[in-house]
């Protein structure tokens, strides 16, 4: 398995607040999910998502179907790790981009969650950014999301229709994003412009 940490340095409230800011150094641990972590992933999902009108989001169900389809890639479903307890989540799965060279792959990133006391200290970012270097390295070229531009612009997703990519969700506008992945000694090019197809479970989202 391939593990990786990053420390992260935060400014946090420490303490009482007469005795101010300080920075803290958190040791993350990256790697991708193993069976163990299957529930602990659930819980993080669901606190993140969670929403008045559902017993369970949709997200939770979304992540145990695509880990049962062929769009699962395990290298790629991204834990982060913080003393012994999974914090952030960040999962990429295959995606097909429909072109007139014929349907090539792609990924999609999301869901992205982070467990709500350990939010904005730089875990989704550490999270997203790992998963994002895991298919660099495993030669992937093209990413897609659908999520808020001011989040996901860090990592360099810009307009996916600037890119010519179409899906059920273009029509959202600037939320509709994706990334080109720097290329790998594999040399393969992104896919050209066309439709993004998600697979079913997709539509349960
Ligand atoms: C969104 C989320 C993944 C971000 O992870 P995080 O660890 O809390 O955020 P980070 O510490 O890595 O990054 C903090 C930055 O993200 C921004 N940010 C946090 N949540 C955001 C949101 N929902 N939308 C836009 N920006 C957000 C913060 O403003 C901050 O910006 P700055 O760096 O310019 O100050 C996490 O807050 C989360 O799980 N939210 C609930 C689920 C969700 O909305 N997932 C994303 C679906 S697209």
């Known amino acids: 398995m391939d593990v990786r940490t990053v420390s992260i340095s935060a400014t946090v409230a420490d303490g009482p607040v007469a005795f101010g800011k300080v920075a803290r150094v958190t040791t993350l641990r990256l790697r991708p999910e193993g069976p163990a972590d299957e529930a602990p992933v659930a819980r993080v999902l669901a606190a993140a998502f969670a929403r008045p009108d559902v017993a369970t989001p949709p997200e939770v169900g979304l992540v145990e179907e695509l880990r049962h389809s062929p769009a699962w890639i395990p290298e790629l ?77 860090r990592f360099g997703f810009g307009p996916a229709v600037r890119l010519g990519l179409t899906s059920p969700w273009s029509g959202l506008g600037e939320p509709w994003q994706a990334l080109v992945l720097p290329p790998s000694a594999s040399g393969e090019p992104p896919p050209p412009a066309g439709e993004v197809v998600f697979p079913a479970p997709w539509s349960r989202v």
């Open 77 to 153: 479903a991204m834990v982060a790790e913080y003393g012994g307890e999974v914090v952030a989540y960040a999962l990429l799965t295959r995606v097909g981009v429909r072109t007139d060279r014929g349907t090539l792959p792609a990924l999609a990133l999301g869901p992205v969650a982070v467990a709500r006391h350990r939010q904005r200290l730089g875990h989704g970012t550490a999270a997203v950014q790992a998963a994002l270097d895991a298919a660099t390295e495993l030669g992937e070229r093209l990413v897609v999301v659908l999520g808020d531009p001011a989040y996901y612009r």
